[in-house]
Nanobody, 115 residues
Framework: VQLQASGGGLVQPGGSLGLSCAASGSRFSIRVMGWYRQAPGKQRELVATITRDDRSNYADSVKGRFTISRDNAKNTVYLQMNSLGPEDTAVYYC??????????WGQGTQVTVSS
């Protein structure tokens, strides 16, 4: 399975940015898609996940600011990020888990929040 993420970049504090990640090549349906992030010197952490039937889960630090969504027909997951702050600066990785437990990571996309 290949996960192609796009949409990262530089944004000012308080701004918004959207990420997308398209999965391809999976023989099995993808049960969960999500986003994780890793800031310099820190461990990779969960940002948000969404199941095939649209149940979502968010890290406390992004609740109310980030919205995850999914297009099952396109095997694509989206992350809309609003009210961004410097603490959101990280490499964002998309993730996919199939119904048989296969686990895949995308290549990561840099999000930098700075004035």
């Amino acid at each position: 399975v290949q996960l192609q993420a796009s949409g990262g970049g530089l944004v000012q504090p308080g701004g918004s940015l959207g990420l997308s990640c398209a999965a391809s090549g999976s023989r099995f349906s993808i049960r969960v898609m999500g986003w994780y992030r890793q800031a310099p010197g820190k461990q990779r952490e969960l940002v948000a996940t969404i199941t095939r039937d649209d149940r979502s889960n968010y890290a406390d630090s992004v609740k109310g600011r980030f919205t995850i969504s999914r297009d099952n027909a396109k095997n694509t997951v989206y992350l809309q990020m609003n009210s961004l702050g410097p603490e959101d600066t990280a490499v964002y990785y998309c993730n996919a888990v199939t119904y048989i437990g296969q686990f895949y990571w995308g290549q990561g996309t840099q999000v930098t929040v700075s004035s």
